[in-house]
């Protein structure tokens, strides 16, 4: 009778800690667009999982807010970034959940074409390690600069402009922080910009870039990344099954119309 009962005692206190951290709010560091955008299409879809959405402003390191504990999850970047971010904090973080491509483009309010780019031109670029090099792959994929031949992975080899071997336009690159870019767009001749940013400034990556990355094979996909600890927790397992489902993925289509693009969940 003794074990029975500490058996229905350990169950129930399991159930009461379960409920307890279900309900819970759960909190989500996120950049406004297109990230806080879809979490606030989710609070609608799955009103039981209570999402705490913390829009993230300039300046504010997500991977930092996760690291000291100030929230339990972020949604705003992909794998090579947080690989960075993780060497820069000695910290490790876990992937939850992989849910949609953003193609990073290329943008100007002077010239309508690559073909059209002066001698000298100046193109601003992210100044993060990550996005600098996936905007110089973008550079070369457009032939308008090409770097050297090591350089063959986009996501697992950093490029720098100091990599760059052939030049023909002598294109001078400006490194610029990430949001401020759209900014830029009336001082410089070319702008790559992070689709998020670009689709903040009310630009349609889809429509407005005169290069986009390719969504086949891209490494670049957003993630939800949360602690090691709770990675197991059922907040994070019922969001990331909600990021994923056909219904989410086909918000996003409709809402972004090509901007971005989720990654692996079918059409419903």
Same mark, same amino acid.
């Given at each position: 009778?003794?074990?029975?009962?500490?058996?229905?005692?350990?169950?129930?206190?399991?159930?009461?800690?379960?409920?307890?951290?279900?309900?819970?709010?759960?909190?989500?560091?996120?950049?406004?667009?297109?990230?806080?955008?879809?979490?606030?299409?989710?609070?609608?879809?799955?009103?039981?999982?209570?999402?705490?959405?913390?829009?993230?402003?300039?300046?504010?390191?997500?991977?930092?807010?996760?690291?000291?504990?100030?929230?339990?999850?972020?949604?705003?970047?992909?794998?090579?970034?947080?690989?960075?971010?993780?060497?820069?904090?000695?910290?490790?973080?876990?992937?939850?959940?992989?849910?949609?491509?953003? %193609?990073?483009?290329?943008?100007?309010?002077?010239?309508?074409?690559?073909?059209?780019?002066?001698?000298?031109?100046?193109?601003?670029?992210?100044?993060?390690?990550?996005?600098?090099?996936?905007?110089?792959?973008?550079?070369?994929?457009?032939?308008?600069?090409?770097?050297?031949?090591?350089?063959?992975?986009?996501?697992?080899?950093?490029?720098?402009?100091?990599?760059?071997?052939?030049?023909?336009?002598?294109?001078?690159?400006?490194?610029?922080?990430?949001?401020?870019?759209?900014?830029?767009?009336?001082?410089?001749?070319?702008?790559?910009?992070?689709?998020?940013?670009?689709?903040?400034?009310?630009?349609? %990556?889809?429509?407005?870039?005169?290069?986009?990355?390719?969504?086949?094979?891209?490494?670049?996909?957003?993630?939800?990344?949360?602690?090691?600890?709770?990675?197991?927790?059922?907040?994070?397992?019922?969001?990331?099954?909600?990021?994923?489902?056909?219904?989410?993925?086909?918000?996003?289509?409709?809402?972004?119309?090509?901007?971005?693009? %989720?990654?692996?969940?079918?059409?419903?």
């Amino acid at each position: 009778m003794k074990n029975a009962a500490f058996k229905l005692v350990g169950i129930a206190l399991s159930l009461s800690l379960a409920w307890s951290a279900y309900a819970a709010p759960l909190r989500i560091a996120a950049d406004p667009v297109p990230h806080a955008e879809i979490l606030n299409f989710i609070k609608k879809q799955d009103p039981s999982l209570d999402l705490q959405v913390v829009e993230l402003t300039s300046g504010v390191n997500a991977n930092e807010l996760l690291a000291n504990g100030d929230v339990d999850a972020n949604y705003f970047q992909h794998v090579p970034y947080l690989k960075d971010q993780e060497k820069a904090l000695g910290k490790t973080f876990a992937v939850a959940a992989t849910v949609h491509i953003e %193609p990073l483009g290329i943008y100007s309010h002077k010239h309508k074409d690559l073909k059209s780019l002066p001698e000298g031109a100046t193109i601003a670029v992210p100044n993060n390690a990550t996005n600098l090099s996936r905007a110089l792959f973008l550079l070369q994929s457009k032939g308008l600069i090409k770097l050297d031949g090591k350089f063959n992975d986009p996501a697992s080899t950093l490029a720098t402009p100091n990599d760059i071997v052939e030049n023909p336009h002598n294109v001078k690159i400006l490194e610029i922080e990430s949001p401020q870019i759209p900014r830029s767009l009336d001082d410089v001749d070319l702008a790559v910009i992070n689709g998020n940013y670009a689709l903040e400034a009310g630009l349609t %990556p889809a429509k407005d870039a005169l290069g986009l990355e390719s969504a086949a094979h891209n490494p670049y996909a957003n993630i939800l990344v949360t602690n090691p600890q709770l990675a197991n927790d059922p907040r994070i397992k019922e969001l990331a099954k909600d990021l994923t489902s056909p219904q989410v993925a086909e918000f996003i289509r409709q809402h972004y119309n090509g901007s971005v693009i %989720p990654v692996s969940a079918p059409q419903s």
